[in-house]
């Protein structure tokens, strides 16, 4: 599970960020709006727990685009206690949650947690689709008509990835840091030998997408026929 967290308070979101990884969450942490929107809008957390008054861009207006570009992820937000107008802004904005500064750390928890399962309900037969193939979320496998293939773990994620940022390149350190995070030392060869494996498996189940290296930089994810 992915968790994005925006909020410029340090000691707060490193505090934040050290609790959610030791339950087991992979977290993300940006310090302003503008940063916060940019990790948001990639489309692959599970949850982004989001701070009302942020320098840049301020969390409602943060929300309000996120849930403009159709990004459903469910949102968290973390408000002062005087900023009772804010949680509601927020909440007609499309927020799931929110949550008054200071909060209990359990308290937080159990409303993440919460968040979760109730975007796990609505995942559960939401497989991911482009062109003619379909992803299992829960499998791992991919799809294409009756044929199928596992893909591992990475593989999965790289291609979800893909096609959740379809008509777009995705850089190498984008995937980079999405699939295997900050502290990796993974090399780009390595990411090129996934892909490869990738194409090898679209191939075995006839399918027309492909992935195309846009050389130096990254990946698109394309159907054959499209130039
Ligand atoms: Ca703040």
Redesign the pocket.
Known sequence: MRILIV???LDLNMVLSEMLTIEGYYVDSSYDGTDGLDNALSGIYDMIIL?V??PEKNGIEVLSEIRKNKINTPVLMLTAKSEIEDKIAGLDNGADDYLTKPFNSKELLARIRALLRRREKILINENLKFADIMIDKTTHEIYKKDQKIKLTKKEYDIMELLILNQGKVVSKDDLTVRIWGFNTDIEYNSIEVYISFLRKKLRAIDSSICISAIRGYGYIIKEQNDV
Request: hydrophobic letters at 35%; charged letters at 65%; a negative charge.
């Open positions: 909020e410029d308070e701070d008054m942020l």
